[in-house]
């Protein structure tokens, strides 16, 4: 009884330090527009500039740390509750509605934020700072503008090679970041749907790293994949809004 008690714990530890113990962080940029162009209900206006998906703890094997969980995953001992980060985010909540919003019509902003929180902030090296954690992710993304490094701007009617895209940043930035990819139904076109920078594990994250992989989703190939990079709608798009806007 007792050895399967203490193999139960030896497990237990061994798979705390395994998530707990991340190798870098990824912020995750997303273009709206290849967001909501595929089927997605997405609510109006669709931002005209690229928002936040997520910042993330990340493996060295580049797997995304596994949520929070008390019973399987404690990464840390008690990190704030989704519940209670509402409060804490006031002094920053109208950037964060400017720069990571919700895009779907079913699910507002502040419930994206909780999970955001739940699946990634929790084991971060924040788990009791989420006024820090969503600020960090603001002044990453305010200070890479992909539209600045990508050497492309959106358009109907150019493919774009994806590691010509890579390079371009890797040549302003200093590193390569990760394309992520989705398909235009019907057409069968790929579409620039994420662009992805790494950082190394820092408090705050500053220092940018070549990513593991640079290529994700349905892009699988930097030579061979070409894909679009669709122009925001001027129906549907919010062209006020700018990342010098949303700058600290």
Known sequence: MHSHLLAAAVLATLVVSATSDFAFYKLSLIWPTSACNTGSEC??????????????????DDRPVPPYNKITNKCNANPTSPDDILVKLQPIEGKLRQLWPSLRYNKDDTTYWKVEWEHHGMCSEYPNDPYA????????????NPLQVMGIQPSDKTLHQVKKILDNVKKKVGAYPQISCNMLPKVGTLQLREIR?????????????????KVDDRCTSETDDYIRFPPPSPIFSSPNITWEFVSS
Do not use: M, V
């Open 43 to 60: 609510k109006s206006p669709i931002p005209g500039i690229f928002t936040i998906h997520g910042l993330w703890p990340q493996l060295a």
């Open 133 to 144: 954690y969503f600020n960090a992710a603001l002044t990453l993304a305010n200070r890479y």
């Open 197 to 213: 920078f790494c950082f190394e594990k820092e408090k705050p994250p500053t220092q940018l790293k070549d990513c593991p992989k």
